[in-house]
């Protein structure tokens, strides 16, 4: 008896288990040489580091039967990389970012921009937010082009999303002709925890202010003047202190929460549903307590409503031990999570003005906004991201709005049309709580790399077999 | 007819003003090479770099006919440096410290500890707190060595008054037979202007506290966490608002004015005639407005009231642009100023027990204290000084309390006896307002160093002259 053949499907299987097998090794080389590079687009290390990126990602894609274009902004560069496969087929663009949040924290146990590798976690500043996802997508697209998937597929790789891409839409303006997609997914959102995958529905919108205050030209002795000099940071804690109320969170704008509307109960009911657990968010983010204990409390405040945070406060002497000055300025550095319907620059002007009833002499400047973003909640993008999820990690997604903010999707939605129609943004995020977005110790691992390529590659493929694309 | 040959006193007038023009260059040397010797005792670059100090000084006196003695501490050593003319002459004791504060603000035009010479103006850390009026004084005590003034002039170089003095007690206890003296004169304090010298009565003390607070384990992206998770630094600058009324300086401690005593009438009319001007008090400080307008106000306020000052809240991101994390952990630099009868340790405790009322997470460490100190109003000491002054600046100076703190003055009045009466403790600061105590671009001048020569050499010859020690 002659034995039974597999099946194309078992074949594809088998090949793409050795192509993950054969592309560890690849895989962490890259993750290595891209976290080198310190592209942390808020405090550049070097004017060129961008540069560098952009050509060693460049050269990724050449050497990997795709092409690329490096594509010049007022700011940092953008790569468009491309597995084209062939016309009439759908064109599916990946969208990630390769720029990463500075890593000055001093929790770090080592150094931020060398791959620090550890029981297959792999350890530095932009691993999981967003070069390990992003790469991660990129071996995907290289299998799926040389098994002849008849899809194409184009990445965007930004390097401004974490200061607000500010330069985002005169790329996409600019560049809209080549840019034309029949699908958008995104991958740089966070799953609940390590055994539930989400599909984002949602994701809120940012505005970052940097409230200044000088009460004279510089620090002076707290004993020569202290007690008659005013103090710029007291006055500046004050302030913040009436903006919003330390402990609840409650933003006290007035105004501020007129264009909040509440979530559905279609989706309270989703949110009930997604397996968020109190005590797993607490310990994947190494929280000792919470503003809230209620279980839909805490996801309502984290993805479906806004926020006023302060990051950090700059004057007087932050150095070890007790300076006795009297600091003359600080800043205060806050952002605001918006959600759908809040506009940032009208939450701005409402800011400005209260603000000027407050404290007139606190000087306030727009740093960056982020519109929020409503993304699919059905249709053939949904199904086919779930499918993959599924496929990747054996388990299905839970569809749950994110609190975080990508400045680049509300541009894309609104630039790149098919027929009349915006182009469908959905997410294919590989993160995990535990990873660390913006956090010391930032890291990936290859669970979620293996499974994530796993999960691309039917993306893909279910793209290439639903041509869902209406012409 | 032959010339009348000059008198004595023209003759060693003459000598003291030749000594004086002789000596500038070696003063601009050894001034620049302890100031390129950075003794920041808040946050040494180096072990050694006291070490190094006290073998400059020794070598200083040793070069120039006195002795030094090295005496070793808990913490950084004590330099006591001696020109010894004879027994049964009166000792006067001269305290100065030659440890700095750090120099990190960004305001600095040129590097802290590399002197740069500008119109006979010496900018660098330390030059008028205390390196600058340390050698003024140093000089003056070899010139009267050299002219054979009969008194024994000691030296008491401390390198750690900018981090309260910690190890000064238990040295001086040690060493308490060897510090004999029948009076102790400071050169640490600020005149109210360059046109007015004044010598301080008192000094206030000094509370040096921090909080902190931690919600968390690690600082955590915003986007995800943010609504949810507690924001230590918000929460922290609640508390402080909570602890004083940041604009109006009242501390909101209970208990904590309750030993305050007001200042007496004649304080009062010392204040008002000491020359205290508003504008000049603002120029000088480069103050863009004040916490009160009104002149008396402001003299009650810097010299006889206590303080509460926050110096920099630590936490969070502080770098360039608006990092978009929930800081878990803060901590607020704190000191409270003291007026006599207010005990810091009394303090401590009510602010401890109020703390805990409002905000119970908040750990509170007592980070450094001094004494308030009150010195000689009237009495041969402070009849020396006034002559002193009046010779060397040509300008009567004025009483008035001075509103920072020495915290060895407190333990020198302990220890050092003469007949169980206490030593008397006076001052003959050197500093100006504009030089800038604790400022950026620190500076002292050649103006207050070649009458602050003449006025120490007076002095000594007061002391010697009149002799004034009960046996």
Redesign the interface.
């Known amino acids: 008896m002659r034995p039974v053949p597999p099946s194309p499907q078992r074949q594809h299987s088998t090949r793409l288990n050795r192509f993950i097998e054969d592309n560890k090794g690849r895989f962490v080389t890259h993750l290595s040489e891209m976290v080198a590079i310190p592209t942390v687009s808020?405090?550049p290390p070097y004017p060129s580091v961008f540069t560098k990126m952009a050509e060693y990602t460049q050269n990724l894609f050449q050497t990997s039967g795709g092409t690329a274009e490096i594509i010049p902004t007022h700011g940092n560069p953008i790569v468009v990389g491309l597995f084209h496969t062939g016309r009439n087929r759908p064109t599916i663009t990946v969208y990630n970012h390769l720029d990463v949040?500075?890593a000055?924290?001093p929790?770090w146990v080592s150094d931020p921009f060398t791959l620090r590798i550890a029981k297959n976690r792999y350890f530095g500043r932009g691993t999981t937010d967003d070069k390990g996802p992003a790469l991660t997508a990129f071996l995907a697209a290289s299998f799926a082009a040389q098994e002849g998937v008849p899809v194409n597929i184009r990445f965007i790789w930004e390097m401004e999303e974490e200061?607000g891409s500010r330069n985002f839409e005169s790329f996409v303006k600019t560049k809209r002709a080549d840019l034309k997609s029949d699908g958008i997914v995104v991958s740089d959102t966070?799953w609940i925890s390590a055994r539930q995958p989400v599909i984002s529905t949602g994701?809120?919108g940012?505005l970052?202010?940097?409230l200044r205050l000088?009460?004279?030209?510089?620090?002076?002795?707290?004993?020569?003047?202290?007690?008659?000099?005013?103090?710029a940071?007291?006055?500046l804690?004050?302030a913040?202190?009436r903006l919003?109320h330390?402990?609840t969170?409650d933003v006290l704008i007035p105004g501020f929460y007129e264009k909040v509307r509440p979530p559905t109960k279609e989706e309270l009911a989703d949110f009930e549903q997604c397996g968020f657990s109190v005590l797993r968010?607490k310990r994947d983010?190494?929280?000792?307590?919470?503003?809230?204990g209620t279980r839909l409390d805490?996801m309502r405040?984290?993805w479906a409503?806004?926020?006023f945070?302060?990051?950090?406060?700059?004057?007087?002497?932050?150095?070890?031990?007790?300076?006795?000055?009297?600091?003359?300025s600080a800043e205060a550095?806050?952002?605001m999570?918006l959600v759908p319907h809040q506009d940032p620059d009208e939450i701005f002007d409402l800011l400005k003005k209260y603000l000027r009833s407050i404290h007139p002499g606190i000087e306030i400047e727009k740093?960056?906004k982020l519109l929020p973003f409503e993304g699919v909640t059905s249709g053939p993008l949904m199904e086919m991201v779930s499918k993959a999820m599924e496929e990747g990690f054996g388990r299905i997604p839970v569809r749950v709005r994110?609190?975080?903010?990508i400045g680049a999707l509300p541009i894309l939605q609104k630039y790149l049309k098919t027929n009349a129609a915006a182009v469908p943004v959905t997410f294919l995020g590989l993160s995990l709580?535990e990873h660390?977005?913006?956090?010391?110790?930032e890291h990936f691992d290859w669970q979620q790399t293996a499974g994530g390529i796993k999960a691309f590659v039917r993306f893909f493929r279910e793209a290439a077999i639903r041509n869902w694309v209406k012409k």
């Open positions: 808020a405090d949040q500075p000055t924290e929790a200061i966070v994701l809120r940012l970052c202010v940097i000088r009460t004279g030209k510089e620090d002076r002795h707290s004993g020569l003047t202290g007690g008659a000099a005013r103090n940071i007291s006055e804690c004050e913040v202190c919003h330390p402990r969170g968010f983010h190494k929280f000792h307590s919470l503003r809230s805490l405040r984290i409503e806004p926020t945070e302060l990051h950090g406060i700059v004057g007087g002497h932050s150095g070890p031990g007790v300076k006795t000055i009297v600091p003359q550095k806050i952002s999570r740093n960056a994110e609190g975080g903010s709580p660390g977005y913006h956090a010391p110790n």
